[in-house]
Nanobody, 116 residues
């Protein structure tokens, strides 16, 4: 069974940092591209960042460019999202996603709250 588990969320002050992790079980995460998404109540889920299976290619939403960094740790079957200079508008539930044979797999999400 393919599963994803996000962790690392929490409460942080504006300007602070968090590192989210997306750990996979049941499959090798490095065989697939991975995306990070976020969602706030009443809004659609939006893409934040993505990384190719090789790790050579990354992409970011304009709202997080220069502040967030996505990376792979193949030894731990994990993808990280380093989030720096956090803003209140980054507050959301963050999810990681993998598309395996045209089926999307999501984790349960991790809450990030940026507030003073």
């Amino acid at each position: 069974q393919y599963q994803l588990l996000e962790s690392g969320g929490g409460l942080v002050q504006p300007g602070g940092s968090l590192r989210l992790s997306c750990a996979a079980s049941g499959f090798a995460l490095n065989d697939y591209a991975v995306g990070w998404f976020r969602q706030t109540p009443g809004k659609e889920r939006e893409g934040v960042s993505g990384i190719s299976s090789s790790g050579d290619n990354t992409k970011y939403a304009d709202s997080v460019k220069g502040r967030f960094t996505i990376s792979r740790d193949n030894s731990k079957n994990t993808v990280h999202l380093q989030m720096n200079s956090l803003k209140p508008e980054d507050t959301a539930v963050y999810y990681c996603n993998v598309d395996i044979l045209r089926r999307h797999y999501w984790g349960q999400g991790t809450q990030v709250t940026v507030s003073s």
